[in-house]
């Protein structure tokens, strides 16, 4: 399955996909877990073109390099 973006954050789903698909993990691992079920009950997808507007205050949150390495810990 070819996404642009699949970790964005915005999914929408019909009743019958919602019935479907339940998820286990936690945090930002739900992601994978949403494709992987996808695939697994033959739904089908479609992709629709989202924006993302960072604003100055989320830029300045930001995210150190360092936290590349906690996730191989």
Known sequence: MW???AHNGLRALNK???NSIYLSENRQAHATEIL???RWNRLRTVE???SI???AYSKAKGQS???AF????
């Open 3 to 5: 996404l642009t973006d």
């Open 16 to 18: 019958v996909a919602l």
């Open 36 to 38: 992987y079920q996808i």
């Open 48 to 50: 629709v073109p989202s």
């Open 53 to 55: 507007k960072y604003t």
């Open 65 to 67: 390099s360092m936290n």
């Open 70 to 73: 906690s996730r191989f810990y």
